[in-house]
């Protein structure tokens, strides 16, 4: 019992160790890594000030707790001051904390102000990306350059380096230009958040968020969904590959010259066969179904309805055209109408129809889906 | 009911037997006592949900539940113990002491106080229930929405959404009635001389509490019924496809959330105005001033609530005023902490449980505190958001502010409830169990959601596994250490060194202290006519 006063100073001098090792190893994710915008800089010196407050009245309430427990004790023979309440500290003492409160609440509001002031500065950007979130995968959009990337978890396993922080496309941006994402969401609320490059803004079904940066180093940086998106929360990751002017420039035109070659082809008046738009669904399934329906087809029991052998799949074509151009209100299925072309729609309808065993050998042609629609 | 019949009743009326004492009472003592009872049952469930969230948080990788039943278990957990373990605890707390510490002869609504028990035990059935239900096929998605049951998600989930709507409006109506109860008496059931400024603290924090209790319910019930239209009857208030508002609902939910905050942890910080001068030997320092701003607390809680979602997409104008409002809320909670530690200051301190939860409580709950500035200032919020960060500062805050509170006053009051001294040796080494264990769990959370750790996620990349690694085994000791609880609670019970009327020497300093000049336990009807006020 007499030994007791020094456990507890004991305890939080180990936790206030803690805190000074934070700030030492910065290196060792201890704390927010290290940012490369000027914004995420300025919030990253707020984050140290307020740290460093906290650090110091931290301390001052350990150590007067601490004296207090060391010199006021009964088993020493000490005595209460039962007047104390009525001198005049004990009348007026309590008038200072507000006062002391009160100048470090005042200028540690000061030094956010400025940084608040340019989180909100929506002046024009150089490069604008619509950031959509949907369970549970990114889509990118260039706004003025028509350039659109669906960005997917890569599967990796529980040992990898990368396990839930890689993509198979990734948001490739310039360094040096001032970026503005806007943030919006199709289904539930997302958040996009990459601590070294930018903060977070929710995205909202029917609101548009806008965050910007200037990054100025080349590098890849990761971060993951921050909002409770439901089921897949935890599987989706962001990645962004900050590269110089030129480089991105060349990635821009790719990009385009892909995308004019895709929709084309999803113009053209052309039969498919099934081989083809089996082998073209395979790859819009892994990019947009997964998620959900797995790539087994099975989905999850209870949660996600299975394809493999389900009734849409193994059904009326039409049932299936329905569900996959409008989605189904008040579930996680998504209306695809907006998101995939015609080629792509029937490309997906023809794969789902005939794998995993759904030989209904029935072909999906770009014409249905128009009719379709 | 003249004065002289009453004591005549209760010379002859003891409690009724059997069942019936319990099911039918209207005495103020066996309903606090039920109270208890339940919150410790709660306590218990509460817990072993989320001794599966860390184990299953203890390595990358899917290895226990799944995704949907991890954050259903995490919905469940926060609303166990917020609504099943503190609030009850509190209020089982209130109606065991008040009534003493006023000198009132039981609640001023015997009844009513019976009505808002029961329909605990059914809510608190119906809440495992909406969780256990989403296992049944055919009932939809289980409730993976987290406590803040944001829409559109909580529109996407299944039967068990209902369930848990219908649950928040039974645990509403319970928590109204009792504190319309409990304000009902602490307003008109005083004993003559006992006025306003002569209450003990815990009181003064019931006061306070009940108030607030009964501000935030209703707007709670609003938003959730407002969510059960949406999802049934083809109102669009939480859908923008309908031109409803998703952030609404985020309003209307923090609107009760954060002052729910403040009614977690007023009642302790009432408990600790008791402690701390009793240890001391001396009177609370600064009474006064600490009554009156636990009204400015109450009052800036109630206009504050939109820090928690700093991140919709405020404008500059609403951001700044909810980040001005919510670190001035520093001043009122540095002034309790302030005041606690020069009630200590020169006093004859002693170092019993109670008085060791006491100053473990203001250390950490001064560490919550100090985060919680962190938090308020907008820029940076904008990183810790949703990250384990805010998970690691709630519960700095809620287990050492709330919870801890209630355990220094279970072993402060546990002789006078039940006649026995608890075990002085095993209640400390339940502290430094407890205490350790806690900040085990709890210190390496502020870490990896600087790393960047979300919340809510129940698998995480490879570079956060050693801070998880330590927080669940902190966690698993931090679960395990209530059964010494339990262990200690049931052997004060069951015997144990008989207590006196004031089984602890500065009881009574700078305060009447009423429910001291009672037996220990106290007779079934404490005071039959209104005892003096010193």
């Known amino acids: 019992m007499c030994k007791t006063w020094k456990s507890p100073g004991g305890i939080f001098s180990v936790i206030t160790l803690f805190l000074v090792s934070g700030a ?49 004790r009964k088993s020493k023979g000490y005595e209460a001051d039962q007047n104390m309440h009525r001198n005049m500290f004990g009348v007026w003492g309590w008038i200072l904390v507000p006062v002391i409160v009160l100048g470090i609440d005042m200028s540690i509001a000061g030094s956010a102000s400025s940084t608040l002031a340019q989180v909100e500065d929506y002046s024009d950007a150089d490069v604008t990306v619509k950031v959509t979130g949907s369970q549970w995968k990114w889509t990118y959009e260039y706004m003025d350059d028509g350039v659109k990337v669906v960005s997917n978890l890569k599967k990796l396993e529980p040992t990898d380096e990368l396990y839930l922080r890689d993509v198979d496309n990734p948001l490739v941006l310039p360094v040096g230009k001032r970026v503005r994402f806007l943030h919006t969401a199709t289904d539930v609320l997302h958040a996009w958040w990459v601590p070294e490059i930018v903060y977070k803004k929710d995205s909202i079904p029917g609101y548009i968020n806008e965050t910007w940066t200037r990054i100025t180093k080349e590098g890849t940086y990761r971060g993951q969904c921050a909002e409770n998106c439901g089921t897949g929360h935890a599987y989706m990751p962001i990645v962004v590959e900050a590269v110089s002017e030129e480089k991105y420039n060349d990635w821009i035109h790719g990009q385009k010259l892909a995308m004019a070659k895709a929709s084309a082809e999803a113009s053209s008046d052309k039969v498919w066969s099934r081989d083809e738009l089996v082998a073209r669904g395979e790859k819009v399934y892994t ?27 193994t059904g009326p074509v039409a049932d299936h055209l329905n569900i996959v151009i409008n989605g189904k209100s008040g579930t996680a299925m998504a209306a695809w109408k907006a998101q995939l072309n015609d080629l792509e729609i029937a490309a997906v309808i023809t794969y789902e129809r005939n794998a995993w065993g759904n030989n209904t050998g029935e072909v999906v042609q770009p014409a249905d889906v128009k009719a379709a629609k | 009911m003249s004065t002289a019949e009453m004591a005549h009743e209760a010379d002859h009326h003891g409690p009724p037997k059997g069942w019936k004492r319990w099911v039918f009472s209207t005495n103020h003592k066996d309903i606090g006592t039920m109270y208890l009872i339940f919150a410790l049952v709660m306590l218990f469930l509460g817990g072993a949900m989320a001794m599966v969230i860390r184990a299953e948080l203890y390595m990358p990788g899917l290895q226990i539940v799944d995704p949907d039943t991890y954050n259903n278990l995490v919905t469940n957990h926060a609303l166990i113990m917020v ?12 109606n065991w002491m008040i009534p003493m510490m006023i000198g009132a002869p039981d609640m001023a609504l015997p009844r009513l106080n019976n009505l808002s028990f029961w329909l605990l035990p059914a809510a608190g059935t119906m809440l495992v229930l909406s969780m256990l239900i989403g296992f049944i096929p055919g ?18 989930a299944g039967m068990g959404m209902d369930m848990l709507i219908f649950t928040i409006h039974l645990l509403g109506i319970s928590s109204i009635l009792a504190s319309i ?72 939910f923090w609107f009760f959330g954060h002052p729910e905050v403040y009614v977690l942890l007023l009642p302790s910080i009432g408990v600790l105005g008791l402690i701390i001068p009793t240890f001391s030997r001396k009177p609370l320092f600064g009474y006064k001033p600490l009554v009156w701003f636990m009204g400015i607390l109450f009052a800036l809680g109630l206009v504050v609530w939109a820090h928690h979602q700093y991140t919709v997409g405020m404008s500059l104008g609403a951001v700044t005023y909810f980040m ?26 002693t170092f019993e449980t109670p008085m060791l939860f006491a100053i473990a409580i203001i250390l950490m709950f001064s560490f919550a505190g100090v985060t919680g500035v962190m938090l308020a200032v907008v820029p940076a919020d904008l990183q810790y958001h949703d990250t384990y960060f805010v998970v690691a500062h709630f519960h700095y805050a809620l287990v050492p502010g709330a919870v801890f509170g209630l355990y220094a006053g279970v072993f402060y009051w546990l002789p006078k409830w039940t006649g026995h001294m608890y075990d002085e040796k095993l209640g400390k080494i339940f502290f430094w169990w407890t205490t350790i264990a806690f900040n085990i769990t709890f210190f390496p959370q502020h870490f990896s959601g600087l790393a960047g750790m979300p919340r809510r996620i129940v698998d995480y990349s490879i570079q956060f596994t050693e801070f998880n690694v330590v927080s669940s085994l902190g966690a698993f000791a931090f679960g395990l250490s209530h059964l010494l609880f339990l262990y200690i609670i049931i052997k ?43």
């Not at chain 2, 008109?188 to 001389?193: E, L, Q, S, W």
């Not at chain 2, 144990?496 to 000049?517: F, H, I, R, S």
């Open chain 2, 492 to 534: 004060t019970i069951r015997g144990g060194k008989e207590a006196t009327n004031k089984p602890w020497e500065g009881a009574q300093v700078g305060t009447p202290g009423l429910e001291w000049d009672l037996s220990s336990p106290p007779p079934f009807h404490s005071f039959t006519t209104p005892p003096a006020i010193k």
């Open chain 2, 181 to 252: 109860n409990i304000v009902t008496t602490i307003l008109n059931m005083r004993a003559p001389g006992m006025t306003l400024m002569k209450m003990p603290l815990f009181v003064w924090a019931w006061l306070f509490t009940g108030l607030l209790l009964i501000v935030i319910m209703p707007v709670l019930a609003g938003g959730v019924t407002m969510l059960l239209f949406d999802r049934h009857f083809g109102t669009a208030f939480f859908d923008a496809a309908g031109g409803g508002d998703p952030v609404l609902f985020q309003h209307l």
């Open chain 2, 324 to 349: 001005i409002g919510t670190i001035l809320i520093s001043i009122p909670v540095g002034l309790m902490i302030f005041n606690f530690i020069f009630t200590m200051w020169r006093g004859s301190l």
């Open chain 1, 24 to 72: 030492v190893f910065a290196d060792y994710a201890l704390n927010l890594p290290e940012p490369v915008s000027p914004l995420t800089g300025q919030i990253y010196d707020l984050h140290m000030l307020t740290t460093r407050i906290a650090f110091y009245i931290m301390v001052a309430v350990i150590g007067i707790v601490v004296y207090a427990m060391f010199k006021f």
């Open chain 1, 287 to 313: 990019t947009n179904c997964v998620a959900c329906h797995q790539a087994s087809g099975e989905g999850i029991p209870n949660v996600f309805p299975a394809l493999k052998g389900g009734k849409i799949a």
């Open chain 2, 83 to 94: 609504f099943g373990l503190v609030m009850p605890a509190a209020a089982g707390m209130a």
């Open chain 2, 139 to 156: 009932t939809g998605q289980q409730v993976n929405t987290g406590w803040t049951l944001y829409p559109p998600l909580s529109i996407q």
